[in-house]
């Protein structure tokens, strides 16, 4: 039963620390997608990529995310610095294009 | 522009059918619904072409009008494992990104 796996689940952090969230996409899927979800805005999607190449992170702000797939079994979300308002539960889900998008079960992040 | 999804919450009694909407105000491609149950990774349901198709999974079916640039997902006979949060993702193009809306609760009760 293949699934996306994401570490680690929970991470509490201090501001200004760097933040790293890892992704294993499952196996043969061509599109990473990293989502954030809060209360306040719902579901975002932050940044996509397809057969490992960027295709949008217009949704994350490029002055302290950054987001990376250094090969087809790992994907990267980093946060530098972090700061409180960057508290979420972090998805990343892997699919094929725009089709069925398999979610992980998130990274949950508090920067106190 | 983030659709509009109604109601934003609704209570059922188990059997009992709702209707959950998401609508746009642009022309859409695609509709992608998705359920959310509390503490956990949301999980697809369908998607959905512009053409005004329907498609169904078990006793949950959707349909998409593209005149109304609205999109419909029908539960019936509800079961307790409907519960949780509908969230309806829209694309404006192919080559657009997916934008979802703010969610439906729905609470199934015995």
């Known amino acids: 039963d293949a699934r996306v796996t994401q570490t680690p689940r929970h991470k509490v952090t201090e501001m200004g620390q760097e933040v790293t969230m890892r992704c294993q996409p499952i196996?043969?899927?061509?599109?990473v997608f990293w989502y954030r979800q809060t209360m306040m805005q719902g579901l975002e999607l932050l940044a996509y990529?397809?057969?490992?190449?960027?295709?949008?992170d217009s949704g994350m702000p490029k002055d302290r995310f950054s987001a990376e797939m250094p090969d087809a079994t790992l994907a990267t979300l980093k946060i530098q610095p972090s700061e409180p308002r960057d508290s979420a539960v972090y998805f990343c889900?892997?699919?094929?294009?725009?089709?069925?998008?398999?979610f992980g079960p998130g990274t949950r992040l508090t920067v106190l | 522009q983030q659709p509009v999804q109604s109601p934003q919450a609704v209570i059922l009694r188990e059997g009992e059918d709702a209707v959950i909407n998401c609508s746009s105000s642009?022309?859409?491609?695609?509709v992608h619904w998705y359920r959310q149950k509390h503490g956990e990774a949301p999980v697809f349901l369908m998607i959905?072409?512009?053409?005004?198709e329907q498609k169904g999974h078990e006793k949950i079916s959707a349909s998409f009008n593209e005149k109304k640039q609205q999109s419909s997902l029908y539960l019936t006979a509800s079961q307790l494992s409907y519960s949780g949060t509908y969230f309806c993702?829209?694309?404006?193009?192919?080559?657009?990104?997916?934008?979802f809306g703010s969610g439906t609760r729905l609470s199934i009760r015995p």
């Open positions: 889900a892997s699919g094929e294009d725009w089709d069925t998008q398999y």
């Open positions: 196996l043969g899927h061509n599109t």
């Open positions: 990529f397809r057969n490992r190449a960027p295709l949008d």
């Open positions: 642009k022309a859409l491609y695609s």
């Open positions: 959905l072409l512009k053409g005004g």
């Open positions: 993702g829209i694309l404006y193009s192919s080559a657009s990104k997916i934008i």
